[in-house]
Nanobody, 115 residues
């Protein structure tokens, strides 16, 4: 079963950038669809971006043009490049790896956008 661990969160000013990483282990990374989700206090967890095994990507409307999801199968890692960050991007960001027979969530990494 795959396991995933997020890193790269932190405190950033509005307009700044962060890159989140999601390192996977325990299975063949390249067959997994990877997704980044976020959950702000008092809100439901929402999908931010996803990338398929074939590198097809999908983004929430709120992050289109600002966030970029990518994957490096040689490093068993997915990334979320976040630019032009806004106050409303503040949340815990979670990585999810999934196939038709397996899925796993990471523990989350906090992203705080504050001046």
């Amino acid at each position: 079963q795959v396991q995933v661990v997020e890193s790269g969160g932190g405190l950033v000013q509005p307009g700044g950038s962060l890159r989140l990483s999601c390192a996977a282990s325990g299975s063949i990374f390249s067959i997994y669809a990877m997704g980044w989700y976020r959950q702000a206090p008092g809100k439901q967890r929402e999908l931010v971006a996803s990338i398929s095994p074939g590198d097809s990507t999908n983004y929430a409307d709120s992050v289109k043009g600002r966030f970029t999801i990518s994957r490096d199968n040689a490093k068993n890692t997915a990334y979320l490049q976040m630019n032009s960050l806004k106050f409303e991007d503040t949340a815990v960001y979670y990585c999810k790896a999934s196939t038709s027979f397996d899925s796993s969530w990471g523990q989350g990494t906090q992203v705080t956008v504050s001046s």
